[in-house]
């Protein structure tokens, strides 16, 4: 079964961090994009990071450069994001997905998404 799992998220302070997992299964992995994406209440769902898989590429929306760091191992089939001075505009629900093309910004061309994984930042 196809599958990616997130996990990690929950409540943290403005300024502090907190590490996202997706771990994937059936074989999803070997798809060449990860990326996370987020969506707030009442707005649409927006990208936040990808990382490719053969060079390692790794893309980012502009408010997130500088302070999140998405990485993978791909031993473990896992691609993560470290979020550091988090923000209260950080808060929302936080989605793991995949594709076999290039790095994309748009929700439409991924294959395979997650369950979601809510991150609120308290100010």
């Known amino acids: 079964q196809v599958q990616l799992i997130e996990s990690g998220g929950g409540l943290v302070q403005t300024g502090g961090s907190v590490r996202l997992s997706c771990t994937a299964s059936?074989?999803?992995?070997?798809?060449?994009?990860m990326a996370w994406f987020r969506q707030a209440p009442g707005k649409e769902r927006e990208f936040v990071a990808a990382?490719?898989?053969?060079?390692?590429?790794?893309f980012y929306t502009d408010s997130v450069k500088g302070r999140f760091t998405i990485s993978r191992d791909d031993a473990k089939s896992t691609v993560y994001l470290q979020m550091n001075g988090v923000k209260p505009e950080d808060s929302a629900v936080y989605y793991c997905?995949?594709?076999?093309?290039?790095?994309?910004?748009?929700?439409?061309?991924?294959?395979?998404w997650g369950q979601g994984t809510q991150v609120t930042v308290s100010s």
């Open positions: 990382v490719t898989r053969m060079i390692g590429l790794t």
């Open positions: 997905a995949a594709r076999g093309g290039g790095n994309s910004d748009k929700v439409k061309e991924y294959e395979s």
């Open positions: 059936g074989g999803i992995f070997s798809r060449n994009t």
